[in-house]
């Protein structure tokens, strides 16, 4: 069966609801994803014609109007349906195994006539349709059941007579069981009477897609609302408390309601206005907001029909000009979104548990149903502020035309919209989406014929609904989204990640459609370039014999787009690069040249004026070209880094020889030898000999050799290293760490020194004495002795010390970090600003007691701080203690107490970690002030590490705490074991601290150590943590993927999607990023920017290149002491960062 013609490029608004990117054969450039429309923004459908008059009342020379003929409805349902459409509704006749669908079909797969194949197929529903009509009985409004709504919107194989939207989805899956009662509906609270419309037209029907506009709940509508809608009601019915929503159904048989699978239970409207920030100060409704409906008179039909859409535009209040997006995490948000009838992972814990998959794998272009679930009260109470918005800006604008006096669930679900996204996409929205489709219908015209599918669920108070799209045609992670179009940052619910996957026989179509993405030009050709590589990456056939030619001639098209895409932005890159030194070259001759006072001659005030706004206007034209320079240098390596990505899949791929000639492959192999990802460049190509830089940078294929023999890969790579040599000022050295410590009895008396250096220096400077101890305690004693005095805190309140002085991997020298830790009774006290009063007050009790320069700047931040300093008499001695005291930090403490436990199984993790923070300092990349990683982070990193690490047997080298089977820690053997999930209680479970809503998960092994403090020393060898920390460094270097992947505690691999998606990170940021053991949303290496992070990278390939050429010198070896201190140098300034 033909791929439909809607899902490509462009953004329009068809009839059809279409509202993605696509074309459509019929609708211009409207509709997209499986819903195009037929008006898009080229739409030449023709409009209904119109007869006024008759031929007896013409004038002599007037012409006689044309009557329209009579148009069937169902001919017109089925002439406005958009090609995609009717391919989405013929498909299950076919698998159903109809005649009729089968022969055209089949006539279809004979002559590939796709145009005689779409209208065959639309005049088949046309007649499916009719004979529909000829058999079905006619029923009262009265009698209309619930279940046969039911049976009517999923049921698949039933001939629907609905509008266009119904037919659209006759394959979706049943609703889930009890989200619709099996009775009648019951009947809104008395008061509540019919729209004037329905009472002029009593026997029109309209069977559509928003479920709850069936005439048998549009009878219990108030008067003059315009629209079929039914009202929200202004306050809960008598009986009822606030905000509980629409009444209870009058029969009370069912005892249990049936969710969704793995739905939770529906929130109740205590929770609902508390799920954003913005809807958390929302007014309950009440009657007092929204008076009860009162009887109106008669309106007209236009009058009542285009109220809602003629509403004049009123000025809004003034919003933000960047909103990030919020509610990012399930728990978080007040809907619920299934894909497929698959919920989220964070709510499919039970799957999630047993390791059953968690995302649903779909086909490209395969169908897909989004349902959407969101609790009455949330929409009410949104609707009410709204509401209120809308009013006070119509009094401020003093506009004729206020907002409606009753709110409607059309007014409630007004620009609701569900969205079709790339995992971790920034912002929602109909710009970021790949399509994205609002449940009714804005088109005043249309009515509500045309929206899809929604009802209500009384007993559950929600309303739900289903929404039809179509699999992306490239291949990735999507994800829906459900979101109010009128404010796209607030997410109300995600669905469950969509691993799109080709098939065998779907590479041919995704090669073709990126490679008319590639000739359309419309963009950068940096999506095309990902999806290229995507491609690329996942090519794993099922078959090997299978027949890729088609797509390998697609696959060969693509490259070499990809390298003219490439070419066109190194050109571009070299003429601006030009015109940034020209620029720069005028200003400096500028300012080479004499003033007026250099030549003894004045100008008076009015000069020396002007001098000065002359020397202000060239620090700002300085500072636009030097932003101008760096935007120019990273789009040119983001571009870089996309084509290398290619490259690498291409390299990597050991199925590609299917796909691709392997002379091509020589040819790219031969490419990707130039690029080196420390540098994020890629060498100049040896075989051009000219002076043209743009002719040496990628892109350029006509330069390389065919066919490409040994000594060309090796001017290749004498390219790259001269490069690295001028980039980094060394070559890096990147053989394995284990081919260097095989390297004979040399490599092993290597590392053996190299050992011993480590623990002899920990020994000597790291390793935190009683006597320090003592001290530490002593200070934090006399600290918590002033604090009780002062009585400013709570009774119980104590002082405890976290850190680097308390986690094991500091030193004698650390700075003692301590916190007020308030009882659990009184935890309101550091609300209302009492906590931050009561640390000024404190403040000056410390300068009493005699401690020395107290610094309160702090006392403003998130987490209030005084700085300050305590004299100790160290035998006669004076030492000044430094002091940070916080306010309340129990994620500090919690991080602190993982961190000792770590370093009491393994002592050889702070052997290792008091090197890397040396390392660190040495090389001044270890000061967050700088927009570089803090100790904490290297830590984290260190313990990523040695958790990932295997020892021969299989097992790591470093037990994950918060994971690990506690029956294992108590017995450690083969193999290793983890928990499937954390346990969860009130002991485990602790309020954060800043954050609202937000619950830490603080559960770690921490009881009964001594099996894991056996089972760590079994690995520190004689020569181990020499040899670990090579390839520490190693694995940071080269190993570790910055760009998909993070660093985190994690039971398993965590990628940067997840992260952007969940909790908002940038999935743009190539850079490191490190997850928080407890504080999941947090990112420890957010302060590091792109330059500092490409610096650090260097740091660790140039610190394991020291340690690989010694070790592979021919000289005499260096000491392990000497060794250490070559690693640990002190930055140079011929060194220093740009």
């Known amino acids: 069966m033909p791929e439909g013609t809607g899902g490509g490029r462009g953004r329009g608004r068809g009839l059809s609801r279409g509202r993605g990117r696509g074309r459509s054969r019929r609708g211009g450039r409207g509709g997209g994803g499986g819903n195009n429309g037929n008006k898009g923004g080229d739409s030449t459908t023709p409009t209904k014609a119109s007869s006024k008059g008759n031929n007896d009342s013409k004038k002599p020379n007037e012409q006689t109007p044309t ?321 209120e918005e809308l009013k006070n800006a119509a009094e401020e604008s003093k506009v004729t035309r206020p907002p409606p006096q009753n709110l409607t669930i059309r007014d409630a679900l007004k620009t609701l919209t569900v969205g079709l996204f790339r995992r971790g996409a920034m912002d929602n929205g109909a710009s970021s989406s790949i399509v994205s489709k609002e449940i009714l219908c804005a088109d005043s015209k249309d009515g509500p014929d045309k929206d899809y599918f929604f009802n209500i669920d009384q007993r559950t108070d929600t309303v739900f609904g289903t929404v039809p799209f179509y699999a992306p045609r490239t291949p990735g992670n999507v994800v829906f989204r459900l979101y109010f179009e009128d404010e796209p940052h607030v997410t109300l619910a995600c669905g469950p990640c969509i691993e799109v996957v080709p098939n065998d026989s779907d590479y041919d179509s995704v090669l073709r459609f990126i490679l008319s993405n590639f000739k359309s030009k419309k963009t950068n050709g940096m999506s095309s370039l990902s999806a290229l590589a995507t491609v690329f990456e996942m090519f794993k056939p099922r078959r090997t014999n299978a027949n890729f030619n088609d797509a390998g001639r697609m696959a060969w098209g693509c490259v070499c787009e990809a390298r003219k895409v490439v070419e066109q932005a190194a050109q571009k890159f070299v003429n601006q690069k030009e015109e940034i030194e020209e620029r720069l070259e005028a200003i400096k001759i500028k300012e080479e040249l004499p003033d007026l006072k250099s030549l003894n001659v004045s100008g008076g005030d009015n000069e020396t004026k002007k001098e000065e706004d002359e020397n202000d206007d060239t620090d700002a034209k300085n500072d636009a070209i030097m932003k101008d320079k760096f935007t ?304 904490y982070g290297y830590v984290l990193m260190l313990t990523y590490f040695l958790k990932n690490a295997r020892r021969g047997d299989g097992n790591p080298i470093l037990p994950n705490l918060q994971w690990v089977d506690p029956q294992w820690a108590q017995n450690p053997t083969n193999p290793y074991r983890e928990i499937a999930a954390k346990p969860k209680s009130p002991q485990t479970l602790v309020a954060h601290p800043t954050l609202e809503n937000y619950v830490v998960n603080s559960y770690f092994y921490r009881q009964g150590l001594e099996g894991l403090q056996k089972y760590c020393a079994d690995n520190n060898g004689p020569s181990t943590i020499g040899v670990l920390l090579a390839s520490f460094f190693h694995y940071f270097a080269y190993t570790f993927d910055y760009k998909k992947h993070v660093v985190s505690l994690g039971n398993k691999l965590v990628e940067k999607e997840v992260k952007a998606e969940e909790d908002g990170w940038s999935v743009y940021k190539s850079g490191l990023a490190i997850e928080d053991p407890f504080e999941l949303f947090y990112d420890v290496a957010h302060v590091v920017k792109a330059n500092n992070f490409l610096h650090i990278k260097k740091e660790f390939a140039l610190a394991y290149s020291k340690i690989a050429n010694e070790a592979q010198s021919k000289r005499d070896i260096i000491t392990g002491k000497e060794l250490i201190d070559m690693i640990c140098e002190p930055v140079s300034q011929d060194e220093g960062r740009d």
């Open 67 to 387: 009557k329209a003929p009579r148009v069937d409805p169902i001919e017109e349902k089925m002439r406005l349906m958009g090609d995609q459409d009717v391919l989405i509704a013929f498909g299950p006749f076919i698998r159903a195994g109809n005649q009729d669908a089968v022969r055209v079909h089949q006539q279809y797969l004979s002559n590939n006539k796709q145009i005689e194949f779409i209208n065959n197929a639309r005049q088949f529903l046309i007649g499916q349709e009719r004979r529909a009509n000829e058999t079905k009985p006619i029923l009262p409004v009265e009698a209309k059941t619930v279940a046969e709504i039911e049976a009517a919107h999923g049921n698949n194989n039933s001939t629907q007579k609905n509008a266009p939207h119904d037919v659209m989805q006759p394959n979706l899956p049943t609703l889930p069981p009890g989200l619709l009662t099996p009775q009648k509906l019951p009947s809104l609270p008395p008061g509540l009477t019919s729209p004037q419309r329905q009472q002029q037209q009593p026997q029109q029907q309209h069977h559509h897609q928003g479920g709850i506009q069936n005439n048998n709940m549009l009878r219990a509508m108030p008067v003059g609302l315009g629209h079929n809608t039914n009202v929200l009601p202004p306050g809960p019915p008598p009986g009822m408390p606030p905000g509980m929503g629409l009444p209870p159904p009058q029969n009370n048989t069912v005892s249990q309601i049936n969710r969704p699978p793995g739905m939770p239970p529906p929130m109740r409207p205590t929770a609902a206005p508390a799920a954003t920030e913005p809807m958390s100060s929302l007014p309950k409704p009440s009657s007092s907001i929204l008076p009860a409906p009162t009887p109106a008179p008669v309106l007209p039909p236009k009058e009542s029909k285009t109220e809602p859409d003629t509403t004049p535009a009123v000025k809004t209040p003034a919003k933000p000009t960047k909103q990030w997006r919020i509610q990012t995490r399930c728990e978080e948000q007040p809907g619920r979104l299934f894909a497929n009838d698959m919920p989220a992972a964070s709510f499919n814990l039970a799957a999630t548990a047993q390791n059953k998959p968690t995302s649903l794998i779909a086909r490209t272009r395969s169908e897909l149903t989004a349902r959407w679930v969101l609790p009455l009260p949330y929409l009410r109470n949104r609707a009410i502020r709204r509401f």
């Open 632 to 935: 120019n240098e990273r789009k040119w390596r983001e571009m870089q880094h996309a084509y290398s990505s290619i490259l690498q899949a291409v390299v990597s791929n050991k199925y590609i020889h299917l796909l691709m000639k392997r002379d091509l492959l020589s040819t790219m192999r031969l490419e990707y030898e130039l690029w080196c990802p420390l540098c994020d460049a890629f060498a100049p190509i040896p075989f051009v000999k000219t002076k043209f830089e743009a002719s040496k940078m990628p892109g350029n294929v006509s330069a390389f050799p065919y066919p490409a023999g040994k000594d060309h890969y090796q001017m290749c790579r004498s390219s790259k290293e001269e490069m690295q040599q001028t980039m980094l000022g060394f070559v890096p050295q990147v053989d394995n760490v284990g081919e260097i410590a095989r390297g004979g009895k040399k490599g092993r008396d290597f590392f053996l020194d190299l050992s011993s250096a480590m623990n002899e220096m920990y020994t000597n400077e790291y390793a935190v004495s009683e006597k320090v101890w003592r001290r530490r305690e002593q200070v934090r004693a006399a600290i918590e002795q002033v604090m009780s005095n002062s009585r400013e805190f709570p009774p119980g309140t104590k002082v405890a010390v976290f850190g680097s002085s308390a986690n094991g991997f500091g030193s004698p020298n650390s700075d003692l970090d301590l916190c007020l830790s308030i009882p659990a009774s009184a935890a309101d006290f550091t609300n209302d600003g009492k906590g931050v009063e009561a640390m000024t007050n404190l403040a000056s009790k410390f300068t009493a007691a005699g401690m020395r320069d107290v610094n309160t700047e702090r006392l403003t931040a998130r987490i209030p701080i005084v700085k300050f300093d305590v004299p100790y008499n160290d035998n006669g001695t004076e030492i000044l203690v430094e002091c940070d005291l916080s306010l309340q930090n129990p994620l500090a403490l919690l991080n602190t107490s993982l961190l000792r436990t770590y370093a009491t199984i393994s002592p050889m993790s702070c052997v290792l970690a008091s090197i890397i923070k040396r390392w660190a300092k040495s090389r001044d990349i270890n000061n967050p002030s700088k927009h570089t990683l803090s100790s």
